[in-house]
């Protein structure tokens, strides 16, 4: 197998800090969770964003969108907000005497699912079609969703009156679950002196194209994965199935969106191969929103992320001299 090269994982490492560098000038702090979304784009993946109201889950989508010059959509899930709404329609032209197609808000690389459990069940499942096959179908006829395609789901987590709670086979559609949290003090007042007089969004340039995030993610898929870091990851995922309080474990889709998710947080650190680390860096954020817990671990006041800390301090993990031995030689 062609494995990448040290050469082509600092060139990925260049291109994400570019990246970095540009969000920055817009969105204070928060650097994990910019690097989490720039995973997920790397990895053709998507992202539930759970978080309060009003902390900028919109201003990330919109500052990542432009800086990796994308076009940029948003949608606001409502109960009365149809399938169409989102995959749109065939509108009859008089003057051609034949139907055509009007895109919907859905046909853009990066959309922003805003509140996405407000919408009903018929909604969901439209916008679970273009996540999962990245194609969208409308009066019999599919059509191919752009490249790169990154739905940024948002949930508030806790007014929960007049939703339609995600199914688990949607949940688990997500590559990962993040939330922004509040602001440090002195972020937050950045944040008042930055956006004091005007809006840096406004002014913000693209940096990288298109055919960099494509190059960068065929990049990360050929990172050197060893059999005993490939073993730890297995290891970790069936002790989700088999642990007393989880009704539903990983499933094998969580299994390879966690291997992905670490080969390109290797990728971004400079790294042409996988280490025990970054699977514990990434099984928070890609496995924690997998989990479903059995009633009566929920009625004990145990959740899903404390449950998968419980299972990454249990599972042993594999000493250097195991894999480090057999690491591809630099190039």
């Known amino acids: 197998m062609d494995f990448a090269s040290q050469a082509e994982v600092e060139g990925i490492r260049n291109t994400v800090e570019r990246i970095r560098r540009q969000v920055a000038q817009v969105i204070i702090g928060k650097e994990h969770t910019v690097d989490l979304l720039l995973i997920a784009l790397l990895c053709e993946g998507h992202v539930l964003l759970e978080d309060v109201p009003g902390i900028g889950k919109t201003t990330l989508a919109k500052t990542l969108a ?112 993040v939330a922004l949290g509040y602001p440090a003090r002195e972020e937050e007042r950045l944040m008042l002196r930055r956006f004091r007089t005007q809006n840096p969004l406004a002014a913000l340039e693209p940096v990288v194209g298109v055919d960099d995030i494509r190059t960068a993610g065929a990049i990360c898929r050929r990172v050197y994965v060893h059999p005993v870091v ?81 299972l990454l301090q249990a599972t042993p993990v594999p000493v250097e001299e195991t894999w480090a031995a057999a690491l591809p030689t630099p190039a």
């Open 66 to 177: 432009r800086t990796v010059r994308c076009s940029f959509s948003r949608i606001q899930f409502t109960p009365d907000l149809l399938p169409s709404d989102i995959t749109g329609v065939n509108v009859y032209n008089q003057r051609e005497n034949q139907f055509e197609y009007r895109p919907g808000p859905v046909m853009a690389q990066m959309v922003l699912a805003d509140e996405i459990n407000r919408a009903g069940p018929r909604t969901q499942s439209a916008l679970l079609e273009a996540m999962e096959e990245r194609q969208i179908t409308v009066d019999g006829v599919t059509r191919p969703l752009p490249y790169p395609f990154l739905v940024l789901a948002t949930q508030n987590p806790v007014e929960m009156e007049g939703t339609f709670p995600l199914p688990e086979a949607q949940v688990d559609r997500f590559l990962m679950r």
């Open 230 to 310: 490939e073993d730890y990851l297995l290891d970790l995922v069936r002790a989700s199935r088999e642990d007393a309080g989880v009704e539903l474990g990983v499933s094998p889709r969580g299994t390879l969106a966690l291997l992905r998710a670490a080969q390109a947080w290797a990728a971004l650190n400079g790294r042409a191969f996988v280490i025990p680390d970054d699977v514990k860096q990434m099984a928070q954020p890609v496995l924690g929103h997998r989990l479903v817990l059995r009633p009566d671990a929920r009625l004990h006041g145990h959740t899903a992320d404390a449950v998968l800390a419980r």
